[in-house]
Nanobody, 125 residues
């Protein structure tokens, strides 16, 4: 599975942007896809996720200004961000979590995660 993130760049304070993450596989079958970000000097932080059934979840810092979505026809994941703030400056990574087709000997599914290369978002004032 390959993930190609794009859409980052230099954005004015209060502006908006949309990040894209194109996958090399059919994303409709992916168990969970998400966006993470890593600000300078900080640990990687979960931003938002979307399950294969369409359920979305957001981290505390993302509620209200971030919207995760996907286009299964284009195998692309999106993250729309509005009213950008300086603290949104970070490298944004997309992630895909693939569920095994069958349960293992313990009767549970296993999961494998894949990461895109990241796209840098810089919010300027």
């Amino acid at each position: 599975v390959q993930l190609q993130a794009s859409g980052g760049g230099l954005v004015q304070l209060g502006g908006s942007l949309r990040l894209s993450c194109e996958a090399s596989v059919n994303i409709a079958s992916i168990y969970n896809m998400g966006w993470y970000r890593q600000a300078p000097g900080k640990e990687r932080e979960w931003v938002a996720s979307i399950m294969s059934g369409g359920t979305t979840n957001y981290g505390a810092s993302a509620k209200g200004r971030f919207t995760i979505s996907r286009d299964t026809a284009k195998n692309t994941l999106y993250l729309q961000v509005i009213n950008l703030k300086p603290e949104d400056t970070a490298v944004y990574y997309c992630n895909a979590e693939i569920q095994s087709r069958s349960r293992d000997s313990d009767g549970v599914y296993t999961y494998v995660g894949y990461w895109g290369q990241g796209t840098l978002v810089t919010v300027s004032s």
